[in-house]
């Protein structure tokens, strides 16, 4: 840009000289036309080489840095394989002859994995699916049931949709207190426009007409909670053929 215009520069100081002498010299006319396109030709060439050159250093850089952040990740990999999952095999091989020992280490160990699974997996900073399996993780430790969770789609944890993590716990509560079984489900659906949770046991059931005193939670910490935030609860249940508990949130542009 530089050359470009200076080059210009001078010619127009030339033409203006010979213009106003009056010259009439065809050649030197010519010459000085010559001279400024021989200029900006240059000029638009050194530009030209000048992007290349930057776009090739910047593509060099751009590979060494996706060089560098896999040697980072693998690294952190295998930091986090020998402090957890190593460990854990170890102490499984040291108390083989303690089942229920080995059982909850196993389940401890999936729980860690799952947990650093979702956090590096996750575009979000307070995931979803994270807060719906660690308060499945929460009830059963609570009340020794085992939680089946799948989770399909992930979004950001605001306080609405910890408003619904909170009713899908306490859903899981009354299964774990009145249901009368060890294992309960949790599907979670996320789509652009709301999020799901559906909680399901195979329990003794009741009938929703006539919620007992034991599920004052339902109207309270489940349909009123959801309520609250703009959200529903439907509670499918009839005696001896379990309960499902259906709760949606629309999350609109979130």
């Not at 990999?77 to 999952?85: G, K, N, P, Q, Y």
């Not at 460990?87 to 091989?93: E, F, S, V, Y």
């Not at 789509?191 to 929703?208: A, E, L």
Request: hydrophobic letters at 40%; proline letters at 2%.
């Amino acid at each position: 840009a530089g050359g470009i215009s200076a080059g210009v520069l001078v010619a127009t100081q030339v033409i203006d000289e010979v213009v106003r002498e009056g010259g009439t010299n065809v050649v030197g006319e010519v010459a000085v036309h010559a001279a400024v396109w021989i200029v900006m030709g240059w000029g638009m060439w050194a530009l030209r080489y000048n992007d290349r050159t930057r776009a090739e250093a910047e593509a060099r850089l751009a590979v060494e840095r996706r060089k560098r952040i896999t040697l980072e990740d693998r690294a952190e990999i295998a930091a986090h394989l020998h402090d957890s999952v190593l460990q854990t095999l170890a102490l499984i091989g040291q108390r083989a002859d303690d089942p229920d020992e080995v059982c909850a280490l196993v389940r401890r160990q999936e729980r860690d994995l799952r947990t650093w699974l979702d956090d590096i997996s996750s575009e979000h900073n307070e995931s979803f699916r994270a807060a719906v399996r660690a308060a499945g993780w929460e009830v059963e430790d609570r009340y020794h049931l085992q939680v089946d969770t799948v989770t399909v789609g992930d979004c950001e944890t605001d306080e609405h949709v910890r408003a619904l993590v909170a009713a899908a716990k306490e859903a899981l509560v009354n299964a774990a207190k009145f249901a009368q079984v060890d294992r309960v489900s949790v599907y979670s659906e996320v789509k652009p426009n709301r999020v799901r949770v559906f909680v399901r046991d195979r329990g003794i059931g009741f009938d929703t007409a006539h919620d007992g005193a034991g599920h004052r939670g339902i109207a309270e910490s489940i349909r009123g909670r959801m309520e609250r935030h703009g959200g529903s609860a439907v509670i499918y249940s009839s005696p001896g053929e379990g309960t499902e508990v259906e709760l949606a949130l629309p999350i609109g542009a979130s």
